[in-house]
């Protein structure tokens, strides 16, 4: 294997921060040497990976401003020589009727038809990349015309039938979605979403045809694309369809979905030769310090994972209205952390704004819901820059918005990422001389004991602590 071909094979785009750990962390799992970047980075030096994630805040920007930043993503990875793109959002499809799913796969389809990325699938050079992508060429699958759009992640309860995505076996406008505050999910049926936020054309891959495996689903593209469909959702049940999906898009220029999809990605650049088989892609570095646990997510599973530390731990909760009124809340939570910190048996704590959909809706009401979206993420990162201040190097952090805030508070640019916590969840860790520890997690993921649990994992990557989390 030559030296060109240690360069990043796939680059990533992913519209909030804890899904773009959540995606990195499907890609270690099969086998790829993952660097996440918060937002893109101000230079192109290269970077030694397998695959690049660039993590963006973008998912509820208007639409023209999301676009922006995918395209500037884009840009980099194309500099740093990816061969395939791939476009991950959640896997609830969190987007409105404006986007911006839609738009930003439209914005990026263009893009790559104005100037192929190096690698692409193409008659020319499709057998330098694999049999498979030979054949998706042969299919037309390569054509920067189409691409497949898939959030299931079936390891995580999210499966995609007919076109409907399920969330366990509620549907998607049942599951406690629809009373998301920024985004909430009132129909289920996901060609429908999509074809409201697009002028493209979509359409679908049904589960039937998915079930006859890649050859048969790249049939299916090809029949999409006479048709004039641009984006077409794909079915998925189990992770050997996401397998199958995953197979079918060798060569495609763009993919787009949750992180389930990337399960198949890995293995088409081994086939093809230009990806080495490894078992230290999720090797991190050893971290010494004090831990914390930022909750601002409002969903189901984070209330939980809120009230199983709450039963035997410290916690401090964040009123909105109490700082809207000018009330010192920072301040507050930070003495509450010092005392336990610091004492002599160091306990970590809990600081949260996580509500329930009610207690949520009354504070928009005072508020209005971006503003009050914006006060929680101001005080945590507020909040995150204190602990770090009080000596905590290893934080958990719930809520794909809360994240995105606190990275950019401690000013972390580059994350490398680890093995699993949950399914969708890994330990990471910045690549600084003195470096931080972090797990990142979308408010929908983790069992109802994610936070002890994450802890300990991440404690693991060092001595000290181990025994506080038992």
């Not at 088989?277 to 991190?284: E, K, N, V």
């Amino acid at each position: 294997m030559n030296d060109s071909l240690n360069r990043p094979l796939l680059g990533c785009i992913a519209d909030d921060f804890t899904g773009a750990t959540d995606l990195a962390n499907m890609l270690v799992r099969g086998g790829m040497r993952t660097v996440q970047t918060i937002g893109v980075p101000a230079t192109a030096e290269a970077v030694v990976a397998d695959a690049l994630v660039v993590a963006l805040k973008s998912r509820t920007l208007p639409a023209s401003e999301a676009v922006a930043q995918a395209l500037e993503a884009l840009a980099w990875l194309r500099a740093q020589g990816c061969r395939q793109i791939f476009f991950k959002y959640c896997s609830t499809f969190d987007s409105t009727d404006a986007g911006n799913i839609g738009p930003v796969t439209d914005a990026l389809l263009d893009a790559l038809a104005r100037e192929p990325l190096a690698g692409t699938a193409t008659a020319t050079n499709a057998a330098a990349i694999g049999t498979a992508a030979a054949t998706a060429s042969a299919t037309g699958c390569a054509d920067v015309s189409f691409t497949i759009a898939c959030p299931a992640f079936p390891e995580n309860g999210r499966t995609l039938y007919r076109g409907h995505l399920f969330v366990g076996d509620a549907l998607l406008n049942e599951s406690g979605m629809e009373n998301h505050p920024l985004t909430p999910m009132t129909d289920a049926n996901l060609v429908r979403v999509l074809q409201r936020q697009t002028p493209s054309k979509v359409g679908l891959v049904r589960y039937d045809q998915v079930a006859r495996g890649a050859a048969a689903v790249r049939e299916r593209f090809a029949v999409l694309r006479a048709e004039g469909v641009r984006m077409a959702l794909a079915d998925a049940l189990s992770d050997a369809d996401l397998c199958t999906l995953g197979e079918a898009c060798a060569g495609m220029p763009l993919v787009t979905g949750g992180s389930g999809v990337a399960l198949g990605l890995p293995e088409n650049f081994r086939r093809a030769g230009v990806l080495a088989a490894r078992i230290d892609a999720a090797g991190l570095p050893s971290v010494e310090g004090l831990s914390a646990v930022l909750a601002g997510s409002a969903s189901k599973a984070t209330n939980a994972q809120v009230a199983e530390w709450r039963a035997s731990r410290p916690a401090f909760r964040l009123d909105p209205l109490a700082a809207a009124r000018g009330e010192p809340v920072v301040e507050q939570a930070l003495a509450f952390a010092r005392e336990h910190l610091e004492a002599a048996q160091p306990q970590p704590v809990l600081v949260y704004a996580t509500a329930t959909p009610d207690e949520v809706k009354a504070v928009q009401r005072e508020l209005g819901a971006s503003e009050a979206g914006h006060l929680v993420e101001t005080l945590l990162a507020a909040i995150a820059r204190g602990l770090r201040e009080l000596g905590v190097r290893k934080f958990v952090v719930a809520g794909g918005e809360t994240s995105g805030a606190v990275v950019q508070a401690l000013e972390i640019h580059t994350l490398r990422i680890g093995a699993q916590i949950d399914p969708g969840v890994p330990a990471t860790a910045t690549l600084d001389a003195q470096p931080l520890a972090l797990a990142l997690k979308s408010g929908n993921f983790g069992t109802p004991d994610f936070f002890a649990k994450a802890l300990r994992q991440l404690d693991g990557l060092s001595p000290l602590n181990a025994a506080e989390h038992a």
